[in-house]
């Protein structure tokens, strides 16, 4: 997997909610189901901010957001929408719970970035390597370092997601429950 | 060294003889529990992975209690599939619209018991913490626990919350909860559990202990506990319902912090729009009009809330240009409010009484709010569109203020009614 994305900047500030910043609940629903599929659900992504954005927004682009990413209700969907946009996020803090789901998502993420929305600005070019943790403001010409997500965690998000690792862990061996049945995250460094 | 009680459950559960915070566990489910929003969502991901069945069907339970009626033939036809599924997936534990809300009725019927660890779909298990049993969420990982009965989870560090004192005439435990999640922060609570313990337990009810585990979850809990003492013993005695056991922290557990809060020095609150932690004092909001108020959904619908909200409309009528709707949790709590007379007293007041779910707080379904409406509830969040319009506003209060505030059509304070 390709961990360096670069795109356009788009700056945001703190508290964007799961269920209606980044992607307003009601609209996960067609026919009554959820649909969780990236492609379908990238349509909706950030729409009640910026109306356009599902089509303003470029593969590559970066989602830079301040503390608090991702609060609210635990609802994986605008996560999983802005994958299909192929974007990458970096946020000043989010919630344990997101952490989780950005993992489950799929979503290529530095989720403990201090202070970044002060680094950076709206429409910057941006160059962010997930794996190393290095943003790259290419308009300004300066550098941020972040930690980036464990190893194992990574190997998720490489793989698509949660459903596809769980696709990995069934149809590899079972082991009983408190084996080695898939990578074992780790705690991020909040240094 | 000791174990907390979150840190013993999931130790037993993983099959390991001690777990510390940080460390990675697998515990296997004792229950594992999915509602009607999520079960063909659930069987479509599983069906790709060549999963027909889960891993054990006697431990799966799969309750109707979001859109218990349904409101379009799509939902219909929805219903219809899951009930399918559940035929197919060979669950015995299903129930059905109109069975009750599915973090209240298996605590009634000892499906939920001390000790044990229950995997869940839906974050506000938590619940389940009021008989000493550890819920704990995965929402969109939960095919996982379907698949295998137990999925990765680093362990929590455990926060103890020791109460004393008693709650004044006209504050109830909402408001105490309300309190205790500002106060904590989503710094403070950011996936730990919350343990409550204390003096003030001693008078605290089951139904009490419910409002105390359903709120942290708001502000990022990872789970919230209560040990289970003589009450709880008490509590499912009554219902016939068992075994017991007590579950409780060892001496010398490690807690992260240990807060005090005493119970005498809490005053009504309400949480303002647009998150549950936007907790102020209930008169900073005093006169402001209402169109709308509800009393239920998981963080009040017990009989306790059902009580508390009768107590003001005894004798009382709702103000015009109000609707207000109440949802009991359980077939048990609105047979109960049945032979008491509260459901004679919602009727004389003019409250509509809805069927035992989720209600509103359900995205709004079986009753939404309109743009520019003003809503007072005791439901579990206030987000921009949590009941319906995005355009509406919603008020956190206690099931005391939400009826004062519906008799008098202005959020209003329940001790000029009780106390």
Known sequence: MNWILQGRCWKFGDNLSLDDDILEFAKVFVQGVRVSDPAQLKRHVFTNLIPDFPERAKPGDIVVAGKRFGQGNPHIYGLLGMRGLGLGLVAESVPRFTYRMLVAAGLPSLPFCPEITKRVEDGDQLRVDFAAGRIEDLSRGLSVEAEPLPAALLEIIALGGSTQALRKRLTEERRPPGGEMAPAPREPSRA | ?419
């Not at chain 2, 000790?115 to 298990?125: K, S």
């Not at chain 2, 919350?194 to 990872?222: I, M, Q, T, Y």
């Not at chain 2, 001496?251 to 998150?275: H, K, N, Y």
């Open chain 2, 1 to 419: 060294m000791g174990m907390t009680l979150a840190e013993k459950i999931l130790a037993r559960a993983s099959g390991l003889p001690a777990v510390r915070p940080g460390e990675i566990v697998y515990p296997e489910a004792d229950l594992a529990t999915i509602h009607d929003l999520y079960v063909v969502e659930a069987d479509r991901d599983l069906l790709s992975l060549g999963v027909e069945k889960p891993w054990d069907p006697a431990r799966v339970l799969v309750c109707f209690d979001h859109d218990v009626i349904p409101q379009s033939v799509a939902v219909a036809n929805r219903a219809r599939a899951i009930r399918e599924i559940v035929r197919r997936w060979g669950v015995t534990r299903f129930f059905e619209a109109g069975r009750g809300q599915g973090h209240v009725f298996p605590m009634e019927i000892g499906l939920v018991r001390p000790g044990m660890c229950v995997l869940a779909y839906d974050p506000h298990v938590t619940n389940y913490g009021a008989l000493g049993c550890l819920g704990l969420a995965l929402a969109f990982e939960f095919p996982a626990v379907l698949a295998t009965g137990s999925h990765w989870f680093r362990v929590p560090r455990t926060l103890r919350i020791e109460l004393g004192g008693r709650l004044a005439p006209g504050v109830t435990i909402r408001d105490a909860a309300a309190v205790i999640i500002r106060e904590v922060g989503p710094d403070g609570a950011d996936y730990r559990v919350f343990e409550f313990a204390g003096p003030a337990l001693d008078h605290l009810s089951v139904d009490a202990r419910v409002k105390l585990c359903n709120l942290p979850v708001e502000v990022g809990a990872k789970s919230a506990i209560v040990e289970a003492d003589g009450r709880v013993e008490e509590w499912m005695r009554e219902r016939g319902i068992g075994p017991f056991e007590p579950a409780a922290s060892d001496p010398g557990a490690a807690f992260e912090r240990i807060l005090r809060f005493d119970l005498s020095a809490v005053e009504p609150v309400v949480a303002l729009p647009p998150t549950p932690d936007n907790v102020v004092p209930l008169r900073e909001a005093l006169g402001l009009p209402v169109q709308a108020a509800y009393v239920g959904s998981c963080a009040a619908d017990q009989y306790e809330d059902m009580a508390e909200a009768a107590a003001v409309l005894r004798g009382r009528r709702v103000a015009p240009g109000v609707r207000m709707i109440i949802t009991p949790g359980s077939q048990e709590v609105l047979d109960r409010c049945i032979r008491d007379g509260l459901m004679a007293v919602f009727a004389a007041a003019g409250a509509l009484v809805g069927p035992p779910g989720c209600g509103p707080c359900a995205i709004g379904r079986g009753g939404p709010l309109a743009d520019e409406e003003t809503c007072i509830a005791t439901v579990t969040r206030n987000d921009v569109g949590r009941m319906g319009s995005r355009k509406a506003r919603i008020y956190l209060a206690s099931g005391a203020t939400v009826a004062a505030s519906a008799v008098t059509g202005r959020i209003t304070d329940p001790r000029e009614f009780v106390g």
